[in-house]
């Protein structure tokens, strides 16, 4: 049995989802980011999987998502990179939130997301050496290179302004960093938003450097830009181990 809520978390609405009874309890967290143009509630199947499995799950809206969409499909079109970069100057608020309510359990704090969340959890990694572990769903770390492809800003103007804020959340200098913790890459082969060899680019780096020890990298064969239920439960069985 589990709790599943939506409740107000500081300053933002959360899915926040427990083992039942476990609410007040100290757990380990596991903080989940959704997709570009979806919401944490379509996301929530995760809540309900990781709280299964005895974790208190965390799942926010992005900036213009979920309860914070302005309503603007057009104009929210053209801002996958800010938006993308809030998610990710936005998690410290979130983990400071979490250690001052007490519901970490030992420092155990994960991040995880798919597409564009699964962005957020890499970039989250590169610099944030207290997260435990990570997954990252058909998602990708090299931001600066990726946005001249997915969602390019149409001025080069407005792809500076864009994308340079992100270049310090790049996983391009930041092997290191996600190297020494376990982290999860799963990708669908057949990806036709988020190409699998954004993944592939940096498992080979990984290897390269040496620092894929705590590396599990998985790969499903005909599948396009969605979640599966495999990668639900590769999901599940990562943190089992390692959280």
């Not at 979920?66 to 104009?75: C, K, L, P, S, Y």
């Not at 990710?88 to 309510?101: H, I, K, N, P």
């Not at 519901?103 to 435990?132: C, F, K, N, W, Y």
């Not at 800003?153 to 407005?158: G, H, R, V, Y």
Request: glycine residues 8%.
């Amino acid at each position: 049995m589990i709790e599943l809520e939506i409740r107000q978390f500081g300053d933002r609405e959360i899915v926040h989802a427990v083992p039942a009874g476990r609410g007040a309890h100290p757990l380990p967290v596991v903080i989940f980011y959704h997709g570009f143009t979806s919401s944490k509630l379509v996301y929530s199947y995760f809540a309900v999987a990781l709280a299964q499995a005895g974790f208190r799950v965390v799942m926010p809206d992005a900036p213009d998502h979920g309860a914070r969409f302005t309503g603007d499909e057009q104009a929210r079109l053209g801002q996958f990179w800010p938006i993308l970069h809030g998610n990710l100057t936005e998690f410290a608020g979130l983990r400071d939130a979490l250690y001052q309510a007490g519901l970490v359990q030992d420092e155990r704090l994960a991040v995880a997301g798919a597409s564009m969340g699964g962005m957020t959890a890499l970039g989250i990694m590169a610099r944030h050496p207290e997260v435990t572990c990570v997954a990252s769903l058909m998602g990708s770390g090299y931001f600066t290179t990726l946005a001249r492809t997915l969602f390019p800003p149409q001025q080069p103007e407005a792809f500076d302004t864009a994308v340079a804020p992100l270049a310090d959340w790049d996983v391009t200098t930041a092997l290191p960093r996600l190297g020494d913790r376990p982290l999860l890459l799963w990708h669908g082969e057949e990806d036709d938003v988020v190409p699998a060899a954004e993944t592939f680019r940096l498992q080979q780096a990984l290897q390269r450097e040496g620092l894929d020890n705590q590396l599990t990298c998985l790969w499903e064969a005909g599948v396009k830009h969605r979640i599966t239920p495999t990668a639900l439960d590769a999901t599940v069985a990562f943190f089992r181990q390692h959280l």
